[in-house]
């Protein structure tokens, strides 16, 4: 077996960046989306649902 076998790769769905398999994804490889935590959080479903021109107050109407 060679040393450096070519390991499978994806595409973040996130940061469009590509990354490696890694061996804590060896169970669900074919499930993984995200190349990290943190590109997993991002996309969150819920930060999506504020509205910036209802945080304001009543106070800029003349
Ligand atoms: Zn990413």
């Known amino acids: 077996m060679p040393h450096h076998a070519d390991r499978p790769t994806k ?3 996130v940061c469009g960046r590509p ?11 074919e499930e993984v989306r995200y190349c990290s935590d943190r ?3 991002r996309r969150n479903p819920s930060a999506n649902r504020s509205n910036p021109s209802e945080s304001s107050g009543p106070s800029s109407m003349p």
């Open 19 to 29: 990354f490696q398999w890694r061996k804590k994804w060896k169970d669900v490889w």
């Open 11 to 13: 595409v973040c769905a």
């Open 39 to 41: 590109c997993r959080k």
